[in-house]
């Protein structure tokens, strides 16, 4: 039977070699299987107790989030119905033709003076812008009246201011008057009367003297005169050419040529 020191000296030894092995110093605390308290080791000086802090609870898993339901797919806007084409207007109805108009006639109404000028002053300017010949006015007259007979045929100083001729012509017992305006041809004026019954006629081709006895009336009469007036007519069986010249001061000459053969007839001063 061994000696019960032998046995105490294996405990010593045991007690510095388990610690050596496990890798705890002596004295740590040793966990019971069981979850107890924690029992010193045979030896070791036991170090104040701890107090074991609180347990956390474990947080439970959340939930996995269910799938979000898929979007139902946006149904296909319908496509709209197309605009009805605008109706093209309808085109607008055509006018019915204009009937031709009849040449407008002027109403017998003296035209507004283009310069007022006293007697005498600034005549020669006015008739040098004359525009219509004899010639011109005669056939205005017979567009008119494409039979009757021209008996005599006018230019005249309206109101100091303008120059117009007076045609003046008849068909059996009906007589015709018409007023042109010397600068443009327009008729101012339309008459009817009776006829008295004196014949003769002047022709278009007497006209054409005109001119020249108006020239010679003015170196007649010499400078400061100018055309008045003058009138182409029939009188006693001939056709006499009349020419009123005014002067300075209300001077005035008038001649009388026989229109056909351009001789001097008479001077009145």
Excluded at 97 to 111: K, N, Q
Excluded at 136 to 157: R, S
Aim: glycine residues 8%; aromatic residues 6%.
């Amino acid at each position: 039977m061994k000696k019960p020191g032998g046995v105490l000296s294996l405990l010593l030894a045991l007690a510095f070699i388990l610690p050596a092995c496990t890798g705890r110093p002596p004295g740590a605390e040793v966990q019971t299987p069981t979850g107890g308290a924690p029992v010193a080791e045979p030896g070791s000086t036991a170090a104040p107790e701890a107090t074991p802090a609180s347990r956390v609870e474990p947080v439970s898993p959340t939930e996995p989030l269910s799938p979000t339901d898929p979007l139902s797919p946006t149904e296909p806007l319908s496509p709209s119905e197309p605009l009805s084409p605008t109706e093209p207007a309808s085109p607008p109805e055509p006018l019915s033709p204009t009937e031709p108009m009849s040449p407008a006639r002027p109403e017998p109404a003296e035209p507004t003076a283009r310069a007022s000028q006293a007697p005498g002053a600034g005549v020669r300017g006015v008739y040098a812008d004359i525009k219509v010949t004899p010639e011109q006015a005669y056939d205005l007259f017979k567009g008119l009246y494409p039979t009757a007979q021209v008996k005599q045929l006018e230019l005249d100083l309206q109101d100091h201011a303008y120059y117009a001729y007076e045609v003046e012509g008849y068909e059996g017992n009906t007589e015709y008057e018409v007023k042109i305006d010397a600068l443009d041809a327009r008729i101012l004026k339309q008459e009817q009367g009776r006829h008295d019954g004196s014949g003769g006629e002047v022709l278009r081709a007497d006209l054409a003297r005109i001119p020249e006895l108006i020239t010679a009336a003015l170196q007649d009469a010499g400078a400061g005169f100018s055309v008045k007036d003058w009138e182409a007519a029939v009188k006693r069986g001939r056709v006499v050419f009349q020419v009123e010249l005014l002067g300075q001061g209300g001077r005035e000459i008038e001649y009388q040529f026989d229109l056909q053969t351009g001789d001097l007839l008479q001077k009145d001063v």
